[in-house]
T-cell receptor, first 112, second 114 residues
Framework: DTAVSQTPKYLVTQMGNDKSIKCEQN?????MYWYKQDSKKFLKIMFS???????INETVPNRFSPKSPDKAHLNLHINSLELGDSAVYFC???????????FGSGTRLTVV | GENVEQHPSTLSVQEGDSAVIKCTYS??????FPWYKQELGKGPQLIID?????GEKKDQRIAVTLNKTAKHFSLHITETQPEDSAVYFC?????????????FGTGTRLKVLA
């Protein structure tokens, strides 16, 4: 059973489009995250939700909007996609105070 | 805020040799330091971690050391094997609202040459 699953794995879309990435975890964790990994492999946090509540919101354009319908799901919607949004987006989850993240396998977004 | 520097950016070793990757952090409040291994096309996977009340931790061929005074920590891999080839990330986690907001290093691409 996949612990943290993201869909889709690959996403190719044109500039200006709106797209969503979905994430689900079956670990019973109460915190979920979105990280962006750029072409140089640098990992940077975007958002974090704890029990459906937004607790970390880094300096991210407001075209990016996370949504957590329940603590097992955290989706990422991106409006008006730009070339610079091309990256790999990772979802992760953890237990408060428990330390380690469990990452999903990533969604490679390519904006053309 | 926290800043994590990681060196080297690339590291090539012969199979069987040891590899050492070093990280420094800036926020003395950081109290949790995980290391992640990322293989091609996959998400990062936790391989070992250490908390600030411990100086060293080992798990088979992998060890991590922490020097709180100097604010640096290192990953040591002994008897390297080709399957150890990957990108390795260190991270530091300052307590933030009760959750762990990781600040990652810039990664080290390790190549183990057979």
């Amino acid at each position: 059973d996949t612990a943290v699953s993201q869909t889709p794995k690959y996403l190719v879309t044109q500039m200006g489009n709106d797209k969503s990435i979905k994430c689900e975890q079956n670990l019973g964790h109460d915190t979920m995250y979105w990280y962006k990994q750029d072409s140089k492999k640098f990992l940077k946090i975007m958002f974090s939700y704890n029990n459906k509540e937004l607790i970390i919101n880094e300096t991210v354009p407001n075209r990016f909007s996370p949504k957590s319908p329940d603590k097992a799901h955290l989706n990422l919607h991106i409006n008006s996609l730009e070339l610079g949004d091309s990256a790999v987006y990772f979802c992760a989850s953890s237990q408060v105070g428990g330390g380690g993240y469990t990452f999903g396998s990533g969604t490679r977004l390519t904006v053309v | 805020g926290e800043n994590v520097e990681q060196h080297p950016s690339t590291l090539s070793v012969q199979e069987g040799d040891s590899a050492v990757i070093k990280c420094t952090y800036s926020d003395s409040a950081s109290n949790y330091f995980p290391w992640y291994k990322q293989e091609l096309g996959k998400g990062p996977q936790l391989i070992i971690d250490i908390r600030s009340n411990v100086g060293e931790k080992k798990d088979q061929r992998i060890a991590v050391t922490l020097n709180k005074t100097a604010k640096h920590f290192s990953l040591h891999i002994t008897e390297t094997q080709p399957e150890d080839s990957a990108v390795y990330f260190c991270a530091a986690a300052p307590p933030t609202s009760g959750t762990y907001k990781y600040i990652f290093g810039t990664g080290t691409r390790l190549k183990v040459l057979a």
